[in-house]
């Protein structure tokens, strides 16, 4: 940082560390790297495992061959990490030195072009756009497992995918799009705009900023090749003992989430420090912008719920290597134990996901109604609350597991207390829209469909919260149905509306509007068949995660089927808009839709630096409307 | 590059209050409140002929339970879906097309009364459906705590991917699930390999069957007719076939089927 800070970006010379091995380190290397530390830990640990007997090469058993391949996934990440360079800072501070100012200005990435997208790039923008494509990249091969999915359920009885790849496909499906979701307004938005709006020349840590984009990398041919290892059974949530059971795709799960609660902790570290130590001058807290402090609370609810799936997958890796017996009731193990690890971080974890997206339509509404946001206090009680008691629900998943049914009460009422602060955030949003003439654009256009689908899915949760009702709907479609209106309908709405809200200042052009209007109708109509169907599916008994059903449940999956097809067209137009737009959309003025926010006072492309100067606020960004 | 003057954003009053006069507008007040009813209504509808539709056969207490709050929950959202709804379709109505920003609306950053208002309306909401969920559950434990005594035990096995019933006390085992109509039963399940739910659906119970470890539910049927038992766990390969049928019988029906089986009735 210290040489970025001195000088004006004009006035300093194109960095050029000619013979720095920085300079030389790429993607290209990282996967050789990779793939060489992978294929040596995967011979190495093979030749250590296998045993002859007369001259024969005895066949491993299923914990040897575990070990190994956990062994080579594990050593692919950090092979890759070291061929992209993410360790050279590192050893240099090892043996008393850094990188020099000219190394440092390289790996900001100025100057060299597309390049740097696969380089170990330390802008913030950079990084913003590295994960907004990951994010897609995750959200389309998601997407089409679940368009798979729906179509196997289209009717009873058609077999059109084996019942062991329907299974890896319901598992791989959940996670992909958990993965995506986590990341999904956080990583793009959190990264490229969050330091712009409140006043800072980059990320608190820039180095640790390009790793957690790195390390999130590695997961995903580790999660890919769960394909190749025969699938995972267990759906996402790899309850064991089904986990400790299953095939060698499992290791791909485990070394999946390992990865991936590393990345997590250090963009959540690092996205809370730098909203905490670097906002600009005048920025206090009250008038910080409200999708920043949507953003900071979830990543920083994430820093504490990830390490308990984290260390759940460390031990379900040990029981299936070393038959260390943590969950496994049969070598006396609790697999109730492991249940309740899972959802201390997943109930969190869905927050996690949600409160980006409800920030980002907070930041959307006031800027498209030119009305303040209505009751900012209410909306940072609503989100702290919504955290807060986040982390006192998880055993709701559990209501019928056997586990502790005189704990029902208690989680009972933690669960259903949420609906409070969460009716804050509808609070706030019908508030600031009241009385204003909305501007329909894309971006707005989100936050009415967000108010429709969270409404449905927060009036469906205080039914599953809801021990009685739970008796009969847990482990159904009615619970499929619900969390989808949760995740998708609400947070990848706001994510979307996000996204057509920031386009122009990522890409410099205006997202295509036409197709834009077509992907909203087709989505959002489309989602509601979909899961309308769905509703009707769970309440009329049929369970969730089954590759076939009872003709009885006809009709309620065609309507479903025929709403996830939908949605899918309405998805691949939305893809077509974002590629198309990138290079041939109509250029975006600086400030298109007239906010007040920082972002919109630097031109595209964003300079280095972001502000040659920084600004200095004086009140919050809402201050829209006549009348006082 | 602008210096700091022109990012420095204009200065407002410190002031956020405004007074409710300033918040409420006639003809936005009348719009909304027709859309509320015409939303609480339909919500009303809903909860009163979807689920009661969709939902299967009542054949136990249990079974009543979860549907009749799944209905009232439903009507006691209703009037906050109302509300939510009825503002934004009302704020809908009123859009602005085109590519220059609408003017600038009332400048209300916040409103006591309301804020005030929505907080202790949805805290009593919560209230209500927190006491009465908890009545639910409380009535459901002491009634299966009286009908312990009365009760006949089935004891029920999941395995990859079969359900097994034994009937100790009539010394039979069985893939269906048969029940005498009006008798408490108590189910003690478990697993023999990967986690499984025991659901007969008609039931309106479920509980998890896990290894080496007994979970324990009860009920009372109310009513004859067919049942059909679920895994409502994901299993492994074949999970969504894990499924077998019963029914409930009169005393006289179940005691035949019971000798029928090779066993004896009490």
Redesign the interface.
């Known amino acids: 940082m210290s040489t970025l800070d001195k000088a004006p970006i004009s006035a300093r010379p194109v960095p050029n560390p000619k013979r720095s091995l920085i300079t030389r380190l790429h993607m290209g290397t990282g996967v050789v790297v990779g793939v060489i530390f992978a294929l040596v830990a995967y011979y190495g640990l093979h030749s250590l495992y296998a045993t002859t007997t007369d001259g024969v090469v005895n066949p491993l058993s299923s914990h040897d061959n575990n070990i190994i391949l956990l062994g080579a996934m594990f050593a692919w990440s950090v092979g890759f990490l070291v061929g992209i360079g993410a360790f050279i800072g590192p050893f240099r501070w090892l043996i008393g030195k850094d990188l020099t100012d000219e190394e440092i200005l390289y790996l900001a990435g100025d100057g060299q072009g597309v390049k740097r997208y696969f380089k170990y790039c330390t802008d913030h923008k950079v990084v913003g756009i590295q994960y907004l494509v990951g994010v897609m990249t995750m959200l389309g091969v998601g997407g089409t497992m679940a368009m798979m999915i729906r179509t196997n359920l289209a009717r009873p009885g058609a077999h059109f995918i084996a019942?062991?790849v329907y299974?890896s496909l319901?598992g791989l499906h959940g996670i992909t799009m958990i993965i995506a979701m986590i990341i999904v307004a956080t990583g793009p938005f959190g990264n490229y705009i969050m330091p712009i709006m409140i006043?800072a020349y980059d990320m608190a840590f820039p180095r640790l900023n390009a790793l957690s984009w790195w390390v999130l990398f590695t997961a995903i041919p580790v999660l890919c090749s769960a394909w190749f290892l025969g699938g995972i059974?267990?759906?996402w949530?790899a309850?064991a003992?089904?986990s400790v059971?299953a095939g060698p795709g499992m290791n791909a799960f485990i070394a999946t989430i390992i990865i991936f609660a590393v990345s997590t902790a250090v963009a959540g570290m690092n996205i809370t420090t730098t909203v905490v130590a670097m906002r600009t001058k005048g920025m206090k807290w009250n008038r910080v912008p409200i999708f920043v402090i949507g953003a900071t609370i979830s990543v920083a609810l994430a820093i504490p719920a990830f390490p308990t799936f984290m260390l759940a997958m460390v031990q379900t890796g040990l029981d299936r290597s070393f038959n260390t017996g943590f969950f496994?009731?049969?070598v006396g193990g609790s697999?109730?134990l492991y249940a309740n690890l899972f959802w201390i971080m997943g109930h969190p974890e869905v927050y996690v996901i949600l409160i980006p997206g409800v920030a980002a339509l907070m930041e959307i509404a006031p800027?498209?109604?030119?009305?303040?946001?209505?009751?900012?206090?209410?909306a940072v009680l609503g989100f702290a609350g919504i955290a807060g008691l986040s982390v006192l629900v998880w055993a709701h998943h559990m209501y019928?597991?056997?586990w502790a049914p005189s704990l029902?009460?208690p989680f009972?009422?933690t669960t259903?207390?949420i609906?409070?602060p969460t009716?804050?955030l509808?609070?706030v949003l019908?508030?600031t829209?009241?009385?204003?003439?909305?501007?329909?654009k894309l971006p707005m256009l989100s936050v009415?469909a967000f108010?429709?689908d969270f409404?449905i899915g927060g009036?469906t949760g205080?039914?599953l919260?809801?021990?009685?009702?739970d008796?009969?709907?847990?482990?159904?479609m009615f619970v499929t149905a619900h969390f989808h209106f949760t995740l998708m309908g609400a947070a990848l709405t706001g994510a979307i509306g996000g996204l057509a809200y920031w386009y122009p200042k990522m890409t410099g052009r205006m997202l295509n509007e036409r197709a834009g209007y077509i992907s909203f109708w087709l989505v959002q109509i489309g989602f509601n068949v979909l899961f309308f169907g769905m509703f009707?599916a769970g309440?009329?008994?049929q369970?969730?995660?089954?590759?076939?059903?009872a003709a009885f449940y006809k009709n309620s999956n065609l309507v479903s089927t025929i709403g996830a097809y939908s949605v899918g067209i309405g998805m691949i137009v939305l893809l077509w808009a974002v590629i198309h737009s990138w290079t041939k959309g109509k250029i975006s003025p600086m400030n298109p839709?007239?906010a007040?926010t920082?972002e919109w006072?630097v031109?595209y492309p964003v300079?280095l630096t972001n502000?040659?100067?920084?600004?200095?606020?004086?009140?919050?960004?809402?201050?829209?409307?006549?009348?006082? | 590059m602008a210096n700091h003057d022109e990012h420095a954003i204009e200065e407002l009053p410190p002031t956020p209050g405004e007074r409710a006069t300033h918040f409420i507008k006639r003809n936005d007040v009348a719009r909304t409140a027709l859309l509320f009813v015409a939303y609480t209504g339909i919500f009303i509808i809903l909860g009163k002929y979807f689920y009661p539709k969709w939902m299967p056969t009542i054949m136990s207490k249990e079974m009543k339970s979860a549907e009749s709050i799944m209905i009232w929950f439903t009507y006691i959202s209703a009037p906050i879906a109302g509300i939510v709804l009825s503002v934004a379709t009302n704020s809908f109505m009123n859009f602005h097309r085109g590519d220059t920003p609408p003017p600038d609306g009332p400048a209300i950053r916040t409103n006591g009364p309301v804020v005030a208002l929505w907080t202790i309306g949805s805290l009593i909401f919560t209230l209500v459906a927190i006491v009465w969920g908890l009545l639910e559950v409380n009535s459901q434990a002491v009634a299966a705590a009286t009908d312990a005594k009365s009760a006949i035990t089935v004891e029920v096995t999941g395995s990859q991917w079969l359900w097994t019933f034994n009937y100790p006390a009539q010394g039979i085992e069985t893939h269906d699930l048969n029940l005498p109509v009006g008798v408490p039963v108590v189910f003690d399940v478990k697993s023999v390999d990967v986690n499984h739910s025991f659901w007969p659906v008609q039931l309106g119970i479920k509980v998890d069957a896990n290894a080496q470890v007994t979970t324990v539910i009860h009920t009372t049927p109310t009513m004859v007719g067919p049942i059909e038992v679920k895994c409502a766990e994901l299993c492994g390969l074949y999970h969504a076939y894990m499924e077998t049928n019963g029914a409930v019988m009169s005393k006289t029906d179940f005691n035949a089927w019971v000798i029928a089986q090779g066993g004896h009735t009490a």
Not at chain 1, 543 to 549: A, E, H, L, M, S
Not at chain 1, 611 to 628: A, C, Q, R, V
């Open positions: 019942p062991t299974n319901v006043g059974p267990t759906g949530t309850y003992p089904l059971q496994d009731a049969n697999g109730w800027v498209f109604v030119r009305k303040p946001l209505f009751s900012y206090n209410a019928l597991a056997g029902n009460g009972m009422v259903e207390m609906s409070i009716g804050l509808f609070l019908i508030g829209i009241w009385r204003g003439k909305p501007w329909l009415f108010i429709w409404l009036i205080i039914y919260s809801d021990v009685p009702a008796n009969y709907l847990h482990g159904s009707m309440a009329e008994g369970p969730r995660r089954v590759i076939d059903y839709w007239g007040k920082l006072t031109p300079p502000f040659d100067e920084l600004p200095i606020i004086t009140s919050d960004p809402y201050g829209y409307g006549k009348g006082k």
